[in-house]
């Protein structure tokens, strides 16, 4: 074997939805373009396409025709009907939402249903992208804990699951709870991730008699500062009040993102997007990938520390490729959320060596010096008052940029 053979198909299936190999130059072309059908087929997929290289240079004598796009699957008339007469019963009713749910038509349709029936619309701790601000219908996120997101449920008698899957713990814990739904409420799942959630919620609504008027939208609000040290707080303070209409935001901010996320339900129309998995890093290339598909929408980065050291060579290429990105370094020194889980699974005196590993300060990281090192402009705030005009001036200017947020 060459020194760089390895099964490439086999790591790809782990963290692909599809993979196809071809097996001939003539293959080449036809297996390509079914890789693009899946990667495009509802609600869109992560695909691997492993072509051997003496594949491309080959001569070939196919005329493989492009492959058509699948519409999404719909769900049947009998379930839209049961999921009617359950909002319609008067009884503790949520909608359990993601996916295409989350976009600004499907909770459009969403704010309808829950204006007919008093329904909460909850939705999923990690999801894949919201659209929210001004203007759009407001949710309840779950939280992350599995005990507090038992709590956040524990009055509901019905959960009707739109666009997502029935909510579970993200880790399983000694003694605390992994079905995170009341064990007597009934779970109606609508489909899977396959089925259009959109169409779900508008059939629902329609079928409800709902108003096309939906009055509940979040209003846009100027939030007064606290000047002084940064806190999560006042962190989503600062980016309510600066955030441009239709930014996008990639969330990692890890222990101290939720405050951003709390304090920007008011803020200009944009997209935020999370973590779905389990991996840390992903965050900066999120960014990365955000600001080459819209170039012409702000991005920002909200960057724990520890997450961003996983795949920080991500503001090389920010800077190579003059991205309008960002970067917000929440640096508290710490893997504070892994700090949070070791309690959580009974180590309640870690030893010296166990905290060392989460602890960043032995060297301190010196990220606005990594920055520069790559080319992009790069400052460091420690007060509510720096961080506010360094990303007004950031989010006036086109442009990589990194902020180090002292926490």
């Known amino acids: ?41 509802y609600p869109g997929k992560v695909t691997a396409f492993v072509a051997p290289a003496n594949h491309a240079w080959e001569p070939a004598n196919s005329d493989t025709p492009i492959p058509v796009i699948e519409s999404a699957k719909t769900v049947g008339d009998e379930e839209i009907t049961k999921a009617v007469e359950a909002l319609r019963d008067g009884s503790a009713t949520a909608i359990f939402l993601g996916g295409h749910a989350l976009r600004e038509t499907g909770l459009y349709q969403a704010g309808r249903i829950a204006e007919a ?45 739109i666009g997502s899957k029935p909510p579970v713990s993200f880790f399983a814990y000694p003694d605390k709870p992994g079905w995170l739904s009341p064990k007597d409420a009934t779970v109606i799942r609508m489909g899977d991730h396959s089925v259009d959630a959109i169409n779900t919620l508008e059939r629902i609504a329609n079928a409800l008699g709902a108003s096309d008027r939906v009055s509940n939208v979040a209003q846009r609000v100027e939030l007064e500062l606290e000047h002084g040290p940064i806190t999560a707080v006042e962190l989503g303070k600062v980016i309510a009040n600066r ?94 959320i892994l700090n949070i889980e070791l309690a959580r699974v009974g180590v309640a005196q870690p030893g010296p060596t166990a905290l060392s590993l989460l602890d960043l300060t032995n ?45």
């Open 117 to 161: 029936t008093g329904a909460r619309l909850i939705t999923e701790t990690f999801f894949t992208r919201q659209q929210r601000g001004a203007g759009r219908v407001p949710t309840e996120r779950l939280p992350y804990f599995g005990e507090m997101a038992q709590a956040h449920l524990s009055d509901l008698d019905t959960l009707v699951v």
């Open 1 to 41: 074997d060459a020194p760089l053979t390895s099964d490439i198909a086999g790591l790809t299936a782990a963290v692909c939805d599809w993979t196809g190999v071809s097996s001939s130059s003539d293959n080449l072309a036809k297996v390509g373009l079914e890789a693009w059908q899946a990667s495009m087929s």
């Open 243 to 336: 955030l441009p209409e239709n930014a996008i935001v990639s969330d990692e901010g890890a222990t101290n993102g939720l405050g951003a996320f709390l304090m920007t339900e008011n803020a200009a129309p944009h997209d935020w997007l999370t973590l779905t998995g389990g991996a840390i890093g992903q965050g900066l290339p999120l960014a990365l990938g955000a600001a080459v598909a819209c170039p012409d929408r702000k991005v920002l980065a909200l960057e724990a520390d520890g997450s961003a050291m996983y795949t920080v060579q991500a503001l090389w290429t920010m800077v190579r490729e003059n991205l309008d990105i960002t970067v917000l370094i929440l640096n508290n020194g710490s893997y504070a």
């Open 363 to 407: 060297p301190s990281i010196q990220w606005t010096d990594i920055a520069t090192g790559m080319g992009m402009a790069a400052g460091r705030v420690d007060t509510v008052e720096a961080l506010d005009a360094a990303l007004a001036s950031a989010m006036s200017e086109y442009g990589p940029r990194l902020i180090e947020v002292m926490l």
